[in-house]
């Protein structure tokens, strides 16, 4: 059967009875003295919510994720059962479906909630049912139908404009889970039921629950009463006893830890108990640089052994499924955690980006020298006259230029001016001799720092202008 796309839209198709030999439009306009008219197919949105401290708010879709959520997310019209007595009090009764509320620990199912939208000639109601405290069925039904007949258009496709919405509503409490270990109970191989709950007020009630109004069945195999674990090492309840909410059944219930409880279905063959896988799906999962993986496979908790198929056929050993850790390591680009210099060696760690394992710790060789940073820069003396005519005169560096930064030794030489100025190659200071004629003299200087260890020799060559007045 095609199912609508993704994003809800129709999927038109010719009409296929195939697998419902006979049931052709006519067969389902037989006998019409009013009818509802169906979509092909309707799409079902679900809606979970639970009321705490008198505030309803809803679940997150994660929250009822890999639960019991075997619901429709859409509805077939051809699907849905027609051909069966209207209960005492209904009349114009239509197809029918069954909602399966999901249970989410810590909380029990207060009431289910469906309706139609749309402009849909119908309504959507709740039947009377056995069980349908705890998986209750709903028919559609004509508006001012005077009789149960129905028919669907099969051109017609439903869409998310015209959805029917079941809304789930929780109380917080606890649940009593009955798995019938390859057997059914209630028609369905686990079985979830509301034990306590507690009401906004915080009033707490019990559901009205008798436990061998519940009995399994299996195929060629005798009913051996329910036990507290898939080993059956502990007997909870005989077969056939009549356990309830306010006997035998909630004192074991208020025992356990959380109150939540499962239990499972032992059978006989010749009077001894007949072993049933309960399995648990072990996923895949890849072995890494530090840490083990596993094939795929299934443990059965109650004969604590491994197999490689859910029906327990190709027994194994866990140790069997473990795939070792590869010790492949994936390497990041490095990380620099100490830099180089002219003076010493730096370090580069490379770590695994898996596991965050150290690979290797790389030496990085010296850099060569920097530059060095010298600086120079001139100023313009001034020399008087009147004291240069009666003997020499001297400049200090400080009044000469600014020299810093300089990394090792400086020292200072003339290149270019008269021979009358003179400079000291360590001090840097300037002699102006007697006999020096006024007027402004240039004077090229060399400046010269040797460096270190660190540091490149370097220089600079500064021009200083020398007025004589």
């Known amino acids: 059967m095609p199912s609508p796309t993704a994003d809800g839209g129709a999927v ?33 949105q679900y809606v979970y ?7 309803t708010k809803e679940f997150s879709a994660d929250a009822v994720t890999g639960l019991e959520a075997d619901n429709p997310t859409i509805i077939w019209a051809e699907d849905l059962s027609v051909n069966y007595t209207p209960n005492e009090g ?11 509320p999901p249970m989410v620990d810590g909380y029990v199912v207060n009431e289910i909630n469906v309706r139609a939208e749309g402009e849909n000639n119908y309504n959507v109601e709740r039947m009377s049912d056995e069980n349908e405290k705890y998986y209750p069925t709903y028919r559609f039904y004509a508006n001012g139908a005077q009789d149960y007949s129905w028919t669907f258009d099969h051109k017609k496709y439903g869409s998310e404009t015209d959805p029917i919405i079941v809304e789930i509503n929780y109380y917080k409490g606890t649940t009593l889970t ?36 519940h009995m399994p069945t299996r195929e060629d195999l005798e009913f051996g ?25 909630r004192n074991y219930m208020s025992e356990q830890d959380d109150g939540n409880v499962t239990l499972y279905a032992a059978w006989l063959k010749d009077g001894e108990i007949v072993h049933t896988h309960s399995m648990t799906a072990v996923s895949a999962k890849v072995a890494t ?31 069997a499924e473990i795939i070792p850790a590869t010790g492949n390591h994936t390497s990041d680009k490095g990380t620099v955690t100490k830099k180089a210099t002219p003076t010493a060696t730096g370090t580069k760690v490379y770590k695994c980006t898996v596991c965050g394992q150290t690979i290797k710790t790389q030496t990085i060789a010296k850099t060569a020298k920097y530059k060095n940073p010298l600086t120079a820069k001139a100023k313009n003396p001034t020399v008087k006259y009147s004291k240069l005519k009666k003997k020499n005169q001297t400049i200090a560096l400080k009044n000469a230029m600014t020299v810093s930064k300089a990394q090792g030794t400086v ?17 840097g200071k300037i ?18 720092a040797t460096g270190n260890a660190t540091y490149k020799s370097g220089s600079k060559t500064v021009t200083i202008t020398i007025k004589v007045k």
Not at 49 to 55: D, I, P, Q, R
Not at 295 to 304: D, F, I, L, Q
Not at 433 to 443: E, H, I, N, P, S
């Open 431 to 448: 002699t102006v001799k007697k006999g020096l004629k006024k007027g402004t003299y240039k004077v090229k200087i060399k400046v010269t």
């Open 12 to 44: 038109e198709y010719e009409a296929d009875y195939s697998s419902n030999p006979g049931h052709d439009a006519s067969y389902w306009r037989q006998a019409i003295i009013d009818y509802v008219e169906l979509a092909k197919y309707h799409l079902v």
């Open 90 to 100: 209904y009349t114009n009764i239509g197809p029918k479906f069954t909602i399966s």
């Open 49 to 55: 919510k639970y009321t705490e401290n008198y505030e």
């Open 411 to 427: 020292t200072y030489k003339k290149s270019n001016g008269n021979k009358k100025i003179t400079i000291n190659k360590k001090t």
């Open 178 to 213: 009955l798995n019938a270990m390859s057997g059914t109970v209630d028609g369905r191989s686990v079985s979830r039921y509301g034990y306590y709950y507690k009401t906004s007020s915080g009033s707490r009630y019990s559901y009205d629950f008798t436990l061998s109004d």
């Open 225 to 249: 009463g329910w036990y507290a674990d898939p080993a059956y090492s502990e007997l909870v309840a005989p077969a056939g006893s009549s356990y309830t909410m306010n006997s035998s059944l």
């Open 289 to 319: 640089c530090d840490k083990a993986g596993n094939n795929a496979y299934y443990y059965c908790s109650g004969c604590n052994k491994a197999f490689k198929d859910k029906d327990g056929n190709q027994e194994t050993t866990v140790a």
